[in-house]
């Protein structure tokens, strides 16, 4: 019977050690493909910042920006975006409150270029995407940029709470952990994605497996009857709303679950 497998990339198909994806889970998620199962990423990251080192395991799909641009078998079935308007009022909260916030879309992230971001998670984030020669818009106010969500970095919680004043109109606050926060579009979620893909599929909640290790997993850890957190995952609370808790990603997590679920022999 075709089963399906939903994997989150950063600490669940990455080894939460050095970052890199474990020779093992490749091979896993390799053989079970040859096997007839399908496999797909499901992460908060939108598509661009898929890197190729991912793409080129071999998955059939993508759910990328928790739920808002999802691709089958190589075509792009679902794409949801903010207006210029709505990412310009955030763009100015995000200027009134001082934090930093970084836009994402399906081809390109952005950070404010009006202002260099000042939280040292947020500057190592920019350096990131500067290493990887990512080419960031220079002009926010031009009516063709649009985002599809978006996270922040602030360094006092009066900071937040004013800045969702405008953005909690439009998306749902998903506490990260620290100062850090990420905005997805109301009504969307990794686990909206997933429902989405069994549709085009025509697969059932049963046949579906997530994989996940921190609360932006929580919508499609808590959505299948069967769901994996990895061991590393934090906060520890996952593990009791999940099905089965494997090792961690850098021990074999993925291969030992899609082992324990019959994916592979």
């Not at 799909?61 to 679902?78: A, H, P, R, S």
């Not at 808590?222 to 494997?246: C, D, E, H, I, R």
Request: charged share 25%; with cysteine; net charge negative.
């Amino acid at each position: 019977m075709k089963k399906i497998a939903f994997f989150d990339i950063d600490g669940t198909l990455t080894s939460e050690i050095d970052g890199e994806v474990p020779k093992s889970a490749i091979d896993a998620i390799r053989a079970a493909r040859t096997a007839g199962h399908l496999m797909f990423i499901n992460t908060g990251r939108c598509f661009q910042n898929v890197e190729p080192r991912f793409r080129e395991i071999g998955f059939d799909g993508y759910v990328c920006g928790c739920g808002t641009n999802i691709y089958c078998d190589g075509k792009e079935i679902l794409h949801i975006a903010q207006t210029h308007e709505t990412t310009m009022k955030l763009l100015h909260q995000a200027r009134k409150t001082g934090v930093d916030i970084a836009f994402e879309s399906r081809k390109e992230v952005a950070f404010d270029p009006a202002r260099a971001p000042k939280h040292p998670d947020a500057i190592r984030q920019y350096e990131d995407f500067v290493e990887r020669r990512y080419i960031m818009p220079e002009n926010l106010e031009n009516p063709n940029f649009f985002c599809d969500k978006f996270v922040i970095w602030f360094e006092r919680p009066e900071q937040l709470a004013t800045f969702r004043e405008v953005s909690d109109r439009y998306f749902e606050c998903i506490d990260r952990g620290g100062n850090f926060r990420e905005f997805v579009p109301h009504g969307y979620s990794k686990a909206t994605g997933i429902q989405y893909v069994l549709d085009y599929y025509k697969l059932s909640k049963e046949d579906a497996y997530a994989f996940g290790d921190s609360n932006n997993d929580l919508p499609m850890l808590s959505y299948l009857p069967n769901s994996v957190a990895m061991g590393n995952a934090s906060p520890k609370s996952l593990f009791s709303q999940v099905s089965y808790v494997t090792k961690n990603a850098s021990a074999n997590g993925i291969s030992l679950a899609l082992k324990h679920f019959g994916f592979i022999s």
